[in-house]
């Protein structure tokens, strides 16, 4: 189409002089003006082509700057927890301020739906946590997947969504609980759970295989599901059963159920952490390929932070666990009880710990939900500092906190290491995750920064001092951090770090529409600024926009405009 075939309209959006980078990895970036009519990309026209916008008046105009500035595909967010913030903070500051227009919910095998009566108070209670649990009884009309999915779009969300089933949902459905083999007759309850589920729009499933009850699956339980998701065309995206002590073994087990059932297997957050998997990276990598050469559909997911972020609760034993939160805190209130979980915790390696025993030095209070008082004495403090500050015994004040705040609240576990997360990140099959957790009062910062620190610190070289002030914690277990200066990952450069934001996992979610700046694909877009693009969010003040990002677009509406967000929600759920 040439210029003088686009005749412009009212409402229509023009990106003019912008360097496009389209996505897909392969194609440098290119000078172009870009039309957005509705909520599609109508037409990209190149020097000496250019869109003639002396025609109009009643256009908008977004000036890249003579091709200083950039416009991609809007970031998607394989790894999410905005299953309840997008309704209950709608405006989403923290994903869209750096440039998400798509994320994946229904993560690590507890979510909130499917559900019934009987378990929903359980899960909202066992992951409040990660989540918030609003008393808002309006929030909980939903049971199905359709009745959460058509709830969300209601609402007018920030981002669009897709939507994992979680695994651990259909054994509380069918099972509760109990930590025992699923019986042949409530295998098959479970697979007419799933189908149903993935029927009314989910796109796979997702483990919790270090999570009550989800752990509680076998093998065998778990490939008759995967089966299902198989033959509906979705994917299977497992926290798995060890990310420490047994990590190895854990991503190989899950790789031989891809090879055995045909699913497609996408590896969330693919971490290797604690001491035990220090410079193991490569083992993993070789296992990928070897897995990908033999047929096998691999993908995987992973934040760019040492850290990682989950309940204080899930560092028990899963013994403990059993029988729900009320089971679990009459547990911890018994003397002889508590003597055995002492016992896993400080010298055996618990399963909930990944096998590994607790470091104190290395649990960090991100939030509380049930006790104010813990939130003034313990958020921004390791146990060990509150043990050190208190005079009492780490152990104790690990069992104290868990029954003053039932349960509920959240922690950072500084057990990463620099190495493996560049190795893993370089991975072809590579695609951006945040993991964010966002209702914690001092939440891990990857919940705002995630696709600019891509983008900036991973992309761009960074002076070392810009490491050591995101790690600002006063602990000689996060030295470790700061030995590694910054260099550039990406060999490809910015053209192929934003393929693994956009066009990567685009495939993933097969969507034929979306993840490309791309003539007749939806304007999900982001315009920023190479040069200035940064996560600004750290661990003391975690809850900052990432700066650099100009605009953001979601299906054709400006979320983000010139920096500042617009209270526009366009989002959908896009449904299998």
């Keep these: 189409m040439s210029a003088a075939a686009v005749e412009l309209r009212e409402g229509d959006i023009v990106f003019k002089s912008v360097s496009i980078i389209d996505g897909s990895g392969s194609t440098p970036r290119f000078l172009a003006d870009v039309l957005v ?23 908008r105009v977004i000036d890249g700057n003579g091709g200083k500035l950039v416009l991609s595909p809007g970031f998607i967010d394989m790894h999410a927890h905005s299953d309840l913030s997008l309704l209950h903070t709608p405006e989403h500051p923290a994903k869209l ?12 095998g507890i979510g909130y739906a499917p559900v019934d009566d009987a378990c929903l108070g359980q899960i909202r209670r066992q992951i409040a946590g990660w989540n918030g649990n609003p008393d808002d009884e309006a929030f909980w009309r939903w049971r199905s997947v359709r009745e959460y999915l058509d709830t969300l779009e209601a609402s007018k969300i920030a981002t669009n969504v897709a939507y994992l089933v979680p695994q651990g949902n259909l054994r509380m459905i069918v099972i509760g609980y109990d930590p025992r083999p699923a019986t042949p007759d409530e295998v098959e309850q479970m697979k007419t759970i799933l189908e149903r589920a993935m029927d009314e729009g989910a796109v796979g499933m997702s483990s ?11 093998n065998s339980e778990l490939g008759q599901l995967l089966v299902i998701v198989s033959r509906r065309g979705g994917y299977y995206c497992p926290h798995h059963r060890s990310y420490g002590k047994g ?25 290797l952490n604690f001491a035990e998997n220090r410079g193991r990276a490569n083992e993993l990598i070789s296992m990928i390929d070897e897995a990908i050469a033999d047929g096998v559909s691999v993908t995987l997911d992973t934040y760019p932070y040492l850290p990682g972020s989950t309940t204080l609760a899930a560092m028990l034993p899963s013994w403990a666990g059993a029988g729900g939160v009320d089971a679990t805190l009459a547990r911890l209130a018994d003397p002889e009880t508590v003597k055995k979980i002492r016992h896993e915790v400080e010298h055996v390696g618990t399963d909930g710990c990944n096998g590994c025993t607790l470091e ?78 966002l209702t914690s009062a001092k939440p ?49 450069g910015l053209e192929e770090a934003v393929a693994h934001l956009t066009s990567r996992p685009a495939r993933v979610l097969k969507l034929k529409d979306r993840g490309l700046v791309k003539q007749g694909y939806k304007a999900d877009l982001v315009l920023f600024d190479p040069d200035n693009i940064e996560d600004v969010a750290t661990f003391a003040n975690p809850q900052q926009p990432a700066r650099g990002i100009t605009t953001v677009m979601v299906n054709g509406l400006l979320a983000v405009d010139a920096g500042v967000l617009t209270g526009t929600r366009a989002g959908k759920t896009l449904r299998s």
């Excluded at 073994?249 to 969330?268: D, F, K, N, P, S």
């Excluded at 950072?412 to 620099?418: A, D, I, N, S």
């Design 444 to 492: 891990h910062p990857r919940g705002w920064g995630t696709f600019a620190r891509y983008l900036g610190h991973y992309t761009r070289e960074l002076p070392v001092g810009r490491q050591r002030e995101l790690y600002s914690l006063d602990s000689n277990a996060l030295a470790s951090y700061t030995s590694v200066e910054p260099v550039t990952i990406f060999s490809g």
């Design 247 to 271: 990590a190895i073994a854990a991503y190989r087990e899950m790789l031989q159920l891809a090879r055995e059932t045909g699913v497609r297997l996408h590896l969330t957050h693919a971490t």
């Design 97 to 108: 301020t750096q440039g998400v227009t798509l994320e994946v919910l229904g993560q690590d």
């Design 37 to 59: 009519r509705g909520d599609t990309i109508l037409h990209i026209a190149s020097a000496p082509s250019a869109i003639d916008i002396a025609q109009s008046s009643s256009i």
């Design 360 to 437: 104190w030095s290395t649990i960090e209070i991100s939030g509380t939900s049930n006790d104010a008082s813990l939130a003034a004495t313990c958020i921004g403090k390791t146990v060990a500092e509150i043990a050190a500050v208190t005079g009492r015994d780490a152990f104790d004040v690990f069992v104290d906190i868990l029954l003053r705040d039932r349960l509920a609240t959240t922690i950072l576990q500084h057990v990463g290491h620099e190495e493996n997360v560049r190795a893993i990140m370089r991975h072809p099959q590579h695609c951006g995750g945040s993991d964010g957790i």
């Design 208 to 218: 919790g295989l270090t999570y009550v009850p989800g752990m509680y699956a076998s």
